[in-house]
């Protein structure tokens, strides 16, 4: 190592850094020293440094181009280990010579014989209207990167080909990726315990509520399976041992970036359960890793993932890409990069497992991007012409759960983002962000900038961010609550129903200066609010009365405030008849009474009180959108609820249908034959059996058949 | 050698099996109660359907049955499993033992009476109506809807209106009540089937191969089948004779439908015309036998031996 | 107008149904077991003349079987979902209900390919050992699965689709087809012996290519 200038003997036990400071002894010194000096070589930690240049030095994230191409269903292509075979007959040479030429191969995307794929149920919902594409048609080209572009433009003029694009490499969305060094100096014997770091654990609205759910049967994940789709991970990290079943497809990537990434998302979800280091959200939860590395690509991870599932089991994608807006170019300020289901395959992948009923948490990208921008209608190059952009869900919706990042309370780590759950500069939004997370300060296992040392294994951060530090917290506390509801025996949510609750529920997004909520990140979990949600209680008898009380309170509060107002008036005029303005004072704070607090307190002992109305629920009735509840309500429970305008009729359009309902050719209209025959045995043991079956004979008799 | 299937005390299958002795025809019977101790091979073989059916410790070659008469109850209602766990092996082996049979039954060659997939068509009777009315039998006037208003207007237009099952699951035929259109909505979330009631004599067809035995019925109910079941309830069989071109119609109909045995319900009406309700594939024809002495079962026996008649 | 009956993951019966509709010949409709089955309004008839059948879909269809001159039937099972609200003694009659309904709407339509049967809505598919049993008596050997050495050939009414097939085993095909009364039926032959390994009255369609597209709309045509 060279001669350094500091740490600077200043004589008394005293040295200086080469930050001016002074430290005492020379240990403390030399550690401190290095500090400074690792530091100095990366941009700086805390806000983000846009529109600068890089260090140089640095570089971008290993990644892969990925070439698709979309085969034409007519050509009912089937790709073998050298060429390609059309069984419906048609001239598919054209297409391998071009492959032979490059030196390249053709693998279906999804990775199965194409008869599997096609005897593989999925439940796509009216595909004919809504166009999901074909996994069938998908086929990945292994070549050079440098042969991609060539392939590109070559594949388009094939004739089986139906759409060919390449995908820009996909990189985890994180923020400053040079700037988490490891401290220098060594971890102590014993991780000392980080949970109280963790602010995303405690109770709404600053957390998550974690802690209420670990004392709740289930509430640590028990039984739920979770996939983590990026590059690499740590599994045999101190604090990740228990409930880790490791990678599962696709081949890790050696970049430390990747690593330390792969082992703060696991650990954010589920750090085990011990008085080390960190304690993750939801620690039962069992966890896997596929990598997109070593030929996989990301539709592939997804959809294996999806194989490697049941039904209300998570899949996380860590993932983002540059999108149109720097025309797909990698940036290290990663502005203009989108999530990935914005490219048809992507797209195929998360909408095939949302199909098995697989929960898809995907990070909305740090691109500082609106996803509503028309920008995004614009198909990418070789897009194929059935292609919709996805981030309008009205022309498709692959089913994900969409995760902004928000800022965490300021003063987390003594350190201010922002106002709490407001949107961090650097995060997506739009309509289709269903739900925030911490974006920023999310204490967990890596990078070892908080417990650093040469060992991997010891690592721990307070700064993992970005919508890769978010969007874990939303699958910690969906895989929480589908525990919950396991240990219950419930039915698990369903991906739909999970983005419903977290849209309706939770504590809510804050305006920032120049950042409003109008920039839709979506609501922070409230893991108690969305348990109320996911457990489905029987609505209709609770709506219909609630609707009733809501009426007669609605009533009582019009006859009270008219009251008021009739005293107020009084007093108005006794006011101005004694001319006392020192009263005015008294007359705010009436009004205040009258405008808050004592109709709503008075109001809401009569309406149903805790499981089904909640603050906002409250507020709203009061400001009489009893509508907008009930709407919100129904629509958790009947999806198919709402053809009467009116919700009192839809209550009872509902009522009918909950109903027992009765066939017109009544069950005793139907004798039951089965046991005639034995009418005539004889050695029938069973008394009972004997008895019942001798009545049904007495019946069935006459009966010829 | 002839197999029997079914609950050997059940009046059709005792029937048959007394011809086949009295005729001095071998034969065993599976008695389905002890299938958990008996067990069935067989092998679909280029050349053959080959196995072997093992009964009360014997084994049989199945290749030597000529022939097989089924009359299998369901299987989960016997009283044999009655106490036994979803997941035991008795209750497994019963259950495998009766899918294999069935299957054996579909695929050997011989006179089998009658094999499963031709008796499928009974299990949707509008399905088997239209078949019917193919080979010129009329049907009843029927409509299924689950139209309330749609009701009314057929009601409207035939003046009295039966309603039924369309399925396997049999109902006794109810006349459409007033007090009946009261409840007419709860149709709309499963359709059912409304008929023109058709006056007339109700006779039995039995077709056995070749072989026609008509039986006239006459009763005081809307359904003679449960007329036991009122107090008033009268009912009176004989043989009865139906002229050729009906007879060959119920033989074609029956051939057509892939069986071998049928009973075929008709109803003369007082115009003449001859309507055809229903074909059904396993007939319990000893009610009939036992009135009118007709002798069916000896049909049967006869037909399952391979004597041309 | 051409009804295509199917799954919604059917990906076969969805290309016949697009590249049917894109030809523009005759207006053709996808319609689901879930679309039939939550119909709100449903009219089947037999009388003394016809039997036909009047369903208004939810979605506001209409299916008239005087207009239905074609039907690709690849439907496999009833929904039953919208039955959790019925009581239990009525719940499992109600299936078996709706089922044998199903199947009579089909009879009633005309050049249904292929017909319903009460045993199985799609079709008389059958088990196996029956299979094995048929092949043979349409004149092919029995032989085994093999992990990528299957060929598939197309039968629709007589004609063969796919990729190149023996004679022998293409006529072999056809009869067996007709013996087991499928009007589009699938063979999985070997692809070096062509020896029978298994059939299917639901292949994949996309094999046959355009020119099993053609037959059909060729024959839905000829309907009177």
């Not at chain 1, 990935?340 to 909408?351: M, R, S, T, Y």
């Not at chain 1, 201010?416 to 269903?434: I, T």
């Amino acid at each position: 190592m060279a001669e350094r200038r500091y740490p600077r003997s200043l004589g008394g036990g005293w040295y200086e850094l080469s930050d001016g400071s002074k430290v005492q002894s020379a240990e403390n010194a030399d550690s401190a020293q290095r500090r400074i000096d690792t530091g100095a070589k990366m941009a700086k930690t805390g806000d983000r440094n846009r529109g600068k240049d890089e260090e140089p030095g640095t570089s971008p994230y290993e990644g892969e181009r990925e070439l698709v191409f979309v085969a034409s269903p007519d050509a009912a292509l089937r790709a073998g280990l050298e060429t390609v075979t059309s069984m419906s007959g048609q001239d598919v040479s054209d297409l391998n010579e071009i492959l032979a030429s490059a030196g390249a191969t053709a693998r279906p995307m999804f990775g199965l014989s194409e008869e599997r794929l096609i005897e593989e149920a999925t439940a796509l919902e009216a595909v004919a209207q809504a166009p999901v594409p074909d996994l069938t048609l998908f086929y990945k080209v292994e070549a050079p990167d440098s042969e991609l572009d060539a392939l590109l433009e070559k594949l388009q003029a094939a004739g089986a080909v139906d759409a060919a694009y390449i995908k820009p490499p996909a990189e985890p969305a994180v923020l400053d990726i040079n700037t988490m060094a490891p401290a220098p100096e060594d971890a102590p014997p014993a991780t000392p315990s980080f949970v109280a770091r963790q602010g995303y654990l405690v109770a709404a609205p600053g957390g998550v509520d974690a802690n209420w759910a670990g004392s709740r049967p289930g509430g640590r994940g028990a039984g739920i399976r979770t996939i983590d789709i990026e590059g690499a991970w740590r599994f045999t990290h101190e604090d990740l041992l228990t409930t880790q079943g490791g990678v599962v497809g696709g081949t890790q990537s050696t970049d430390i970036r990747w690593r330390n990434h792969g082992t703060a998302v696991i650990g954010e979800i589920g750090g085990d359960v011990n008085s080390i280091g960190i304690t993750g959200i939801a620690p039962d939860t069992h966890q896997t890793a596929i990598s997109i590395f070593g030929g996989m690509g990301s539709s592939n991870a997804i959809r294996t993932a999806a194989n490697r599932l049941q039904p209300g089991d998570i899949i996380l994608i860590e993932l983002h890409r540059p999108g149109p807006r720097h025309a797909f170019q990698q940036r290290d300020d990663q502005l203009g990069y989108i999530a990935i289901e914005w490219w048809e395959d992507d797209f195929a992948a998360i909408a095939f497992a949302v199909s098995r009923g697989v929960i898809v948490v995907e990070a909305a990208g740090n691109g500082a991007e609106n996803l509503d921008d028309p920008l995004y209608n614009t198909p990418g190059p070789g897009f194929p012409s059935m292609w919709r952009n996805p981030f309008n869900r009205t022309n498709r919706d692959s089913g994900a759960i969409v995760v902004g990042a928000g800022a965490p309370p300021p003063g987390t780590h003594g350190r201010d983002h922002g106002p709490d759950r407001s949107r961090l500069d650097f995060s997506n939004w739009g309509s289709m962000v269903d739900a925030q997370g911490w974006g920023r300060e999310v204490t967990t296992a890596g990078y070892g900038s908080l417990q650093g040392g040469s060992n991997e294994d010891l690592w721990y951060t307070d700064t993992f961010s970005g919508t890769s530090s978010a969007s874990p917290i939303i699958v910690g506390a969906l895989a929480a609550i589908q525990g919950m509801l396991r240990a219950a025996g419930k039915p698990l949510l369903t991906p739909a129903r999970a983005r419903s609750c977290l849209r309706s529920t939770g504590s809510p997004q804050q305006d920032a200066p120049g950042r409003p909520r109008t920039q839709r990140i979506g609501n922070r979990p409230d893991i108690p609010a969305l348990w109320r949600c996911a457990a489905g209680i029987k609505i209709l008898k609770e709506a219909k009365e609630l609707a009733k009380d809501t009426k007669e309170f609605v009533k009582e509060r019009d006859i009270k405030l008219s009251k008021d107002t009739k005293e107020r008036a009084k007093d108005i005029k006794d006011l101005k008849e004694r001319k006392e303005v020192k009263e005015g004072k008294e007359f705010k704070e009436k009004d205040k009474d009258i405008k808050e607090g004592k109709e709503i307190k008075e109001g809401i002992k009569e309406i149903r009180e805790g499981k089904l109305v909640e603050i906002k629920d409250r507020k709203e009735i009061f400001e009489g959108k009893i509508s907008d509840v009930i709407d919100r309500k129904l629509a958790d429970v009947v999806p198919h609820a709402g053809m009467a305008p009116d919700w009192e009729d839809r209550i009872s359009n509902l009522e009918q249908l909950v109903e027992q309902l009765a066939h017109f050719i009544a069950p005793d209209l139907r004798p039951d034959v089965g046991g005639g025959a034995l009418m005539y045995e004889d050695e029938l043991d069973q008394a009972s059996l004997q008895a019942k079956e001798y009545k049904d004979a007495k019946d069935v008799e006459k009966l010829p058949e | 050698m002839i197999l029997l299937c079914g609950i050997p005390s059940e009046p059709p299958l005792a029937r048959v099996q007394r011809e086949l002795v009295d005729m001095g025809v071998s034969h065993v019977l599976f008695n389905q109660r002890h299938a958990a101790n008996s067990k069935l091979d067989f092998e679909v073989g280029r050349e053959s359907v080959t196995g072997t059916l093992t009964l009360e410790g014997a084994d049989y070659e199945l290749d030597s049955f000529t022939g097989a008469y089924t009359r299998l109850m369901d299987v989960t209602r016997l009283p044999e499993l009655a106490d036994e766990p979803a997941a035991s092996p008795r209750r497994a082996q019963t259950v495998l033992v009766h899918d294999e049979l069935v299957r054996w039954l579909e695929v050997t060659p011989g006179r089998v009476v009658n094999r499963s997939r031709p008796m499928a068509s009974n299990s949707s009777k509008p399905y088997q109506a239209q078949l019917i009315k193919s080979f010129g039998f009329a049907t009843p006037e029927t409509l299924i809807t689950n139209d309330p208003e749609a009701v009314r207007v057929f009601r409207a237009e035939f003046g009295r209106v039966v309603y039924k099952s369309i399925s396997g699951v049999r109902s006794i035929v109810s006349e459409l009540t007033d007090d009946d259109l009261s409840r007419l909505h709860t149709i709309r979330w499963c359709p059912v089937q409304f008929q023109q009631y058709v006056h007339g004599l109700d006779i039995r067809v039995h077709v056995v191969g070749e072989r026609v035995f008509a039986t006239a019925i006459h009763s005081n109910g809307t359904d003679y089948r449960y007329v036991g079941n009122s107090a008033e309830g009268e009912i009176d069989l004989n043989p009865y004779h139906i002229d050729d071109t009906v007879a060959a119609t119920c033989v074609a109909l029956t051939n057509h439908l892939g069986l071998s045995f049928s009973g075929i319900d008709l109803r003369v009406s007082p115009d003449g015309k001859v309507y055809c309700f229903e074909v059904n594939p396993s007939p319990a024809f000893s009610f009939y036998e036992s009135h009118t002495g007709q002798p069916i079962a000896r049909a049967v026996a006869s037909y399952l031996v391979g004597d041309s008649d | 107008m051409w009804l295509i009956l199917c799954e919604p993951y059917d990906r076969a019966a969805i290309w016949v149904y697009q590249r049917l509709r894109a030809r523009g010949d005759v207006p053709t409709e996808l319609v689901t077991p879930a679309q039939l089955v939550y119909a709100p309004r449903t009219k089947h008839w037999i009388a003394s003349d016809d039997a036909g059948l009047e369903i208004v879909l939810a979605d506001g269809r209409r299916i008239a079987s005087s207009e239905v001159t074609g039907v690709l039937n690849r439907m496999v099972h009833l929904p039953t979902d919208h039955l959790g609200a019925v009581q239990q003694s009525d719940r499992a009659y109600a299936m078996e209900e709706l089922s044998a309904l199903v199947v009579s709407w089909l009879a009633c339509l005309r050049n249904v390919i292929n017909e319903p049967h009460p045993l199985g809505i799609g079709g008389h598919d059958r088990h196996p050992t029956e299979w094995a049993r048929l092949s043979r008596d349409a004149g092919f050997r029995l032989g085994h699965l093999r992990a990528g050495a299957g060929s598939m050939c197309l039968v629709l009414d007589n004609e063969i689709f796919g990729p190149p097939t023996p004679p022998r085993s293409a006529r072999a095909c056809a009869r067996l087809a007709a013996m087991s009364d499928t009007r589009l039926l699938g063979v999985l032959l070997d692809a070096t012996s062509g020896d029978f390994v298994a059939a299917t009255p639901l292949p994949d369609l996309r094999v046959g290519g355009p020119p099993l597209l053609d037959a059909l709309s060729a024959r839905w045509s000829k309907t009177t």
